[in-house]
């Protein structure tokens, strides 16, 4: 037997030869099994497979059963792979060694047959006495399947698992450049939107850090009397002074400084310099520390170069006349905004619009006007002017005689109007107590007030030229009427006396109206109706506002019918029960004097445009109320007041001219109620034949003697009135009266 070292190697050397020559087949099992049974050197292993050196299974016998077909090429590499059965079929042979690297080269030719041989991969079966020899595991190397292998159907080749995505280089370079491409593309759009839309909001944003803005204060118009060329309300220029707490450097010494000058006291001074934030949080860079200041005193403070102190162009409200028609004008804020009077009704037109500069500035002590930087001026507005009724003269001698005579009385109000009969413009209209529209502020409330829009009154026998008026329109008497007169007349549970007592006798209609008969116009005003008289107030302008042009007229109020009492029919007609203001019953007289003709009070005459353009005011409304044939009679009527010996008006007239008109006693109501006191009245025209103006007078006083008065008032204020307007006296005197037929 030979050595066992060596076996392997002919083994090794017989399947080189065979593979070499013969036509076998590898990779055929069966064969391969067959051949090894045969061979007596095999040593009976017929189980084991046996396999290349290269792990190439040859089929034994393969070669000797004479296929004569060619050795097939090898082709490990794309076998080795595909072959499932690798790992597990591996077996050790003792290394690689010569037979298996020969194993993989093609063997001799031997005798023209292929004979295959195969080196074992398994333990060869020896006898009992040796031990087994164990083979070298081998790589097992795949091929493709040929047409004709009859081999056994093998398992498919399990797929590598891929790697993750993201685990991909490539795919992660990818994706880094798109994000950052998108990041780029999105600051870029960024930035483009910030050049481009944005760019004015952001501009602005620091704005109001840099800018000042100065007002620039509208001129506001002036208020002229009816000539146009008397001011009595007019704006002249001044200066304000302010004061920026961000650079004021000693509040204490600055407020010390300028308190002479302004005449205000330094504590009040130092609490406007006191910094401190506006609403937005910002630091407040202007206060005022005053309004209205003479420019030479302006010009004073500058001169004291005090760090935070400056002056701006401003305008100062004057009344030249100080308390001329005061409650009639009212006067201003130190803003120029209307507040009382007629400077508030007509604020609109005279305040015109303010204009203002922004303009950028430095800060700290650079605080000055950047040159070339920011700046927009938007120029104010002048605000027009009004030209008022107001004949300036006739107002102060109005003003003047009422001051005068109610000084003979102590706590009393009064109220004086004087119309244009034919035009119904107001030519005066005084107050007592009054106050200087300059300085408006130290005064009460109840001196600027306007009594004759405000003063209400139970205006007594003044009312009865009414009744007369509605009686002679409605025919309900004449010129020439008379009836027997009681001394008393009872209305429900109320009597009703005359102070001139008729005793029963006839009276005439103009008796009656001289001695101010309370019976004779109750019975009048029977006959007439209480639904016709209560037309009659209406159409004479009673129980609504005139709309004079002041604000806050008062309306007053008429009894309806329905509310009347039994004792209505007594009082209504001889003027209670009435509310009426002293202008409304000047009115209705305008009406009797104008020949039956109402025509509205107004106070307004034009307005002139900043460009000097005039507009006349709107025509006031106008209605008939009595034929101008009973107006000429109840005119004639009332003259009797002045001229029959012992009328209640003889201290109204006037000598030169025929004066027409009434006395009345009444009250004064407040919130309703009733004053103590009463309130003595005169109403009148003159001249009577063909009037011109109508002036009413009305004093309460809450001592009494307000009688001794009104009429006197009247005389003297109608006196300068037809004089002031050169009005020629009667031609003809007064015609004379009967009182008792």
Do not use: C
Not at 172 to 198: E, I, K, M, P
Not at 474 to 486: L, N, Q
Not at 581 to 593: D, F, G, N, S, V
């Amino acid at each position: 037997m030979p050595p066992r070292s060596e076996e392997p190697r002919r083994d090794a050397e017989g399947s080189r030869r065979g593979s070499s020559r013969g036509g076998g087949q590898r990779g055929t099992p069966p064969r391969a099994t067959a051949e090894r049974d045969a061979d007596p050197g095999l040593g009976g292993i017929s189980d084991a497979r046996a396999y290349t050196p290269r792990g190439r299974t040859v089929r034994e016998g393969g070669a000797a059963a004479g296929t004569g077909r060619a050795e097939q090429r090898r082709t490990p590499r794309s076998n080795r792979s595909q072959d499932p059965f690798r790992p597990a079929l591996q077996v050790l042979d003792g290394g690689r060694g010569a037979a298996g690297r020969a194993a993989g080269r093609p063997g001799r030719r031997d005798g023209g047959a292929a004979r295959a041989t195969v080196t074992r991969t398994v333990t060869d079966r020896t006898p009992r006495d040796e031990p087994p020899v164990t083979a070298p595991r081998r790589r097992v190397a795949t091929r493709e399947p040929r047409r004709g292998d009859h081999t056994p159907p093998r398992r498919p080749a399990r797929k590598r698992p891929r790697p993750p995505r993201l685990a991909d280089p490539g795919r992660r370079l990818r994706l880094g450049t798109a994000l950052t491409l998108a990041l780029f593309v999105a600051v870029g759009v960024r930035l483009v939107v910030l050049q481009t839309v944005d760019t004015p909001a952001y501009a602005d944003g620091g704005l109001a850090d840099r800018t000042r803005t100065v007002q620039l204060p509208a001129p506001r118009g002036a208020i002229f009397d009816r000539s146009g060329e008397a001011a009595l309300a007019h704006s002249v220029e001044a200066r304000y002074v302010y004061a920026d707490p961000t650079r004021i450097v000693d509040i204490a010494a600055t407020a010390r400084a300028l308190s002479p000058l302004l005449g205000i006291p330094a504590s009040e001074l130092a609490e406007k310099m006191k910094p401190r934030k506006r609403i937005n949080g910002v630091d407040s860079q202007f206060e005022y520390l005053a309004r209205g200041v003479d420019i030479d005193r302006a010009k004073e403070i500058m001169a004291l170069k005090l760090p935070g102190i400056a002056t701006h162009r401003d305008e100062r409200r004057e009344v030249p006349g100080g308390d001329l028609a005061a409650n009639l004008i009212g006067f201003t804020s130190p803003d120029m905004v209307g507040l009382e009077g007629l400077e508030a009704r007509f604020d609109d037109l005279l305040h015109g619009e303010d204009g203002q500069r922004v303009f950028e500035v430095g800060l700290g002590d650079l605080a000055a006007p950047i040159p070339g930087g920011y700046s927009s001026t938007t120029k104010a507005k002048p605000g027009s002017s009004v030209v008022l009724t107001i004949d300036r003269d006739l107002q102060y001698m109005v003003q003047r005689i009422l001051s005068d005579r109610m000084q003979q009385v102590q706590g009393s109000t009064g109220a004086a109007v004087v119309l244009d009969a034919r035009t119904g413009e107001v030519l005066a209209q005084a107050s007592h107590p009054t106050y200087n529209a300059a300085k408006p502020f130290p005064s009460e409330p109840t001196d600027r007030e306007d009594a004759a829009t405000s003063f209400i009154v139970d205006p007594g026998s003044v009312h009865k030229p009414i009744t007369f008026g509605a009686a002679l329109q409605e025919g309900v008497i004449t010129p020439d009427t008379s009836f027997p007169v009681a001394n008393a007349i009872r209305k429900g549970d109320t009597w009703f006396r005359d102070t001139h007592q008729a005793n029963g006798r006839r009276m005439s209609v103009a008796g009656m109206m001289a001695y101010s008969s309370n019976v004779g116009t109750i019975q009048i005003a029977d006959k007439l109706g209480a639904e016709r008289l209560l037309d009659y107030q209406r159409r004479f302008g009673l129980g609504k506002p005139t709309e004079v042009g002041m604000p806050g007229e008062a309306s007053g109020r008429l009894l309806p019918v329905e509310e009347w009492s039994d004792s209505s029919y007594g009082s209504v007609p001889i003027g209670h029960s009435v509310d009426a203001t002293p202008l409304q019953m000047a009115a209705a007289y305008a009406a009797i004097a104008n020949d039956g003709t109402y025509i509205q009070p107004h106070l307004l005459k034009e307005t002139i445009a900043p460009n000097g353009k005039r507009t006349p005011a709107p025509a006031p409304e106008t209605r008939q109320v009595l034929s101008p044939d009973n107006a000429a009679a109840l005119r004639t009527i009332m003259e009797a007041v002045t001229t029959v010996d012992d009328a209640t008006g003889l201290a109204a007239a006037v000598p030169g001219y025929r004066v027409a008109g009434k006395t009345g006693t009444g009250w004064r109501l407040v919130d309703g109620k009733k004053q103590p006191g009463e309130v003595a009245s005169f109403i009148g025209m003159a001249p009577a034949e063909n009037p011109r103006y109508v002036i009413a007078v009305f004093v309460h006083s809450p001592s009494g003697g307000g009688g001794q008065i009104s009429a006197p008032a009247f005389q003297d204020m109608m006196t300068f009135t037809l004089r002031h307007h050169r009005v020629p006296p009667s031609t003809e005197p007064a015609p004379t009266f009967t009182v008792f037929p």
